[in-house]
């Protein structure tokens, strides 16, 4: 399946983005419109941190579990996602980017390494609801970098 990735324009500093991104309490902040009962192992930030969510879109409900699998400050971090019951792994990268009026463009791209057969089936469709939620996720996460970085 092709990787899915959305983006947001941001004013603050690449440390500003890393520090908050790379702590994974943090996420649930800003995906808890699909991603809930957040429960949490490892470290609380870099390579390890970890999270057992449910997942809710399209109609159904999947645990996931999301592990810090690569950190590269202050630009990059690698999440593992694992669910259906180990039938789908996935990763989830998000990258900052600078930009020339000094604001940072920060990407997420979520990247199917296996799928379920249901999944690469209707992949259009997939592909097209997680695109949706995670456009969302952007604009949540720019609203709490904007509170994170005003604390």
Do not use: C
Not at 44 to 62: E, I, N, P, R
């Amino acid at each position: 399946m092709q990787p899915v990735t959305v983006s947001i324009d941001v004013p603050q500093t690449p440390e500003q983005v890393y520090d908050f991104l790379d702590v994974m309490a943090h996420h649930e902040r800003f995906t808890d419109h699909y991603l809930t009962d957040w429960r949490y192992n490892g470290p609380d930030h870099g390579k390890g941190s970890s999270a057992t969510v449910t997942a809710a879109l399209g109609g159904t409900k999947t645990e996931v579990t999301i592990e810090v699998v690569e950190v590269d400050a202050p630009r990059r971090i690698m999440e593992r996602n694992v669910s259906a019951a180990g039938r789908r792994l996935a990763h989830g990268t998000y990258t900052i980017e600078p930009l020339p009026d000094g604001g940072r463009r920060v990407a997420f791209t979520y990247s199917w390494v296996r799928a379920p057969l249901p999944d690469r089936l209707l992949a259009p469709v997939v592909r097209a609801t997680m695109r949706r939620a995670n456009r969302t996720v952007m604009q949540r996460l720019a609203t709490e970098l904007a509170r994170y970085a005003a604390s």
